[in-house]
Nanobody, 117 residues
Framework: QAQLVESGGGLVLPGGSLRLSCAAS????????MSWFREAPGKQRELVAR???????NYADSAKGRFTISRDNAKKAVYLQMNSLKPEDTAVYYC???????????WGQGTQVTVSS
């Protein structure tokens, strides 16, 4: 059973940057789509960015121009580079991965990102 483990969250000043990482452990060959979601207090979980196996990306409007998603298929990992962070980016960020055959879905445990002065 594969598990996703996130790292890289923390406290950052407005305008700062953070890089989130998510890597799979356990017995799994590869993922199809990989994504980052976030959940702010009192709000529903929302998609931030998605990347397909071939590298095709999609972003939420709030992330366009500031966030970059990337993946390393050999490491079964996905990354989220976040620049020009704003207080409204404060949330728990979750890594998500899916295998279309099944389908099988995997979620990470979440990592807190706090943007505050």
């Amino acid at each position: 059973q594969a598990q996703l483990v996130e790292s890289g969250g923390g406290l950052v000043l407005p305008g700062g940057s953070l890089r989130l990482s998510c890597a799979a452990s356990g017995s799994i060959d590869s993922f199809d789509a990989m994504s980052w979601f976030r959940e702010a207090p009192g709000k529903q979980r929302e998609l931030v960015a998605r990347i397909g196996r071939s590298g095709t990306t999609n972003y939420a409007d709030s992330a366009k121009g500031r966030f970059t998603i990337s993946r390393d298929n050999a490491k079964k990992a996905v990354y989220l580079q976040m620049n020009s962070l704003k207080p409204e980016d404060t949330a728990v960020y979750y890594c998500y991965a899916v295998q279309w055959i099944g389908p099988r879905e995997y979620w990470g445990q979440g990592t807190q990102v706090t943007v505050s002065s």
